[in-house]
């Protein structure tokens, strides 16, 4: 893997050389991003203690460095299986975008995010956060879920990572939805 630093720097040329020399020193001593991987097509598999937690699919991956910090960019998309301990599948997502915080476990998705659990129960939102130290996804965000027989709205949810379980922390509606339209 190739690590390649890059430091950009803007240098006025209307500038005297001291102050110059200046906003160099300043910039050198700024966060600076290394650049760590880079990929297209890319799997990635999430395990923990052996068991297989999550198989991540991005259209292109983009890691970086800052300031101590692993971040993976997914620009172009993002899909993920989660799986349960014995290894059954329990909910799907997908997503335009996504930024997979290493260091601190948590994975940010954002544009028409789709979750669906294996109740059939689907989650519509622009964005989710994925924290894995506490095992729940969060947001802040309209959502909208489509169950069997209802749809429900609102502002903010909580739930378990495999979306088995979820509150809608402020619901805004209740639409029945009749069995011969399914």
């Known amino acids: 893997m190739n690590r390649i630093l890059y ?15 200046e906003n160099v020193n300043n910039m050198l001593q700024a966060d600076t991003l290394i650049y760590t991987q880079q990929g297209t097509n890319v799997t990635i598999k999430y395990t923990d203690s052996g068991y297989l937690k999550a198989v991540i699919f991005a259209k292109k991956l ?4 800052n300031d101590g910090n692993e971040i993976i960019k997914m620009p172009e998309g993002i899909k993920a299986d989660f799986y349960n301990p014995d290894g059954e599948k ?9 930024i997979s915080y ?7 998705v954002y544009k028409n995010v789709v979750v669906v659990n294996k109740k059939g129960e689907k989650l519509n939102t622009e964005k989710l956060i994925w924290d894995q130290n506490q095992q729940k996804i969060y947001t802040n965000s309209f959502v909208k879920i489509t169950t069997k027989n209802e749809i429900i709205t609102g502002e ?3 739930g378990k990572q495999d979306f088995s379980e979820w509150t809608i922390l402020k619901p805004r ?7 011969d339209t399914l």
């Open 7 to 21: 430091i950009i720097l803007f240098i006025s040329s209307a500038c005297n050389i001291d102050y110059a020399k």
């Open 62 to 65: 983009v890691g970086f460095k």
């Open 90 to 98: 329990e909910s799907y997502l997908s997503a335009e975008q996504g």
């Open 102 to 108: 290493q260091t601190k476990k948590i994975t940010e």
């Open 156 to 158: 903010g949810l909580t």
């Open 173 to 179: 509606g209740v639409i029945q939805i009749e069995k």
